[in-house]
């Protein structure tokens, strides 16, 4: 069974940087694209950014380009996400997410929740005006 665990959510300030990273059970975790998504109180789950299985391919919502960056260190099977000047609209719940095996094309960026299988149970981020 494959086990997504997210950690580095907490209570920041306004403009704070935070660094989450999501640890991936398995020996395969190289063979799948990552994503990370975000879901407020009362709101859809969204995407934040993804990143294909092979190198240099991501996406990013338009609200967080040129301020978050998606990594992933397959030797540690982890993905990262670095989120800089975080504002207050931006509290909720974290989630790391492993996409389907149909979608993991070498350069792929899934998107849609759909297109993904396994999920974390989620990290708060909380940021104080």
């Known amino acids: 069974q494959v086990q997504l665990v997210e950690s580095g959510g907490g209570l920041v300030q306004a403009g704070d940087s935070l660094r989450l990273a999501c640890a991936v059970s398995?020996?395969?975790?190289?063979?799948?694209?990552m994503g990370w998504f975000r879901q407020a109180p009362g709101k859809e789950r969204d995407i934040v950014a993804s990143?294909?299985?092979?190198?240099?391919?991501?996406y990013y919502a338009d609200s967080v380009k040129g301020r978050f960056t998606i990594s992933r260190d397959n030797a540690k099977n982890t993905v990262y996400l670095q989120m800089n000047s975080l504002n207050p609209e931006e509290t909720a719940d974290y989630y790391c997410?492993?996409?389907?095996?149909?979608?993991?094309?070498?350069?792929?960026?899934?998107?849609?929740?759909?297109?993904?299988?396994?999920w974390g149970q989620g990290t708060q981020v909380t940021v104080d005006s």
């Open positions: 990143i294909s299985r092979g190198v240099g391919s991501t």
């Open positions: 398995g020996r395969t975790f190289s063979n799948y694209a």
């Open positions: 997410a492993r996409a389907r095996i149909n979608y993991s094309g070498p350069y792929y960026t899934p998107r849609p929740t759909s297109e993904y299988d396994y």
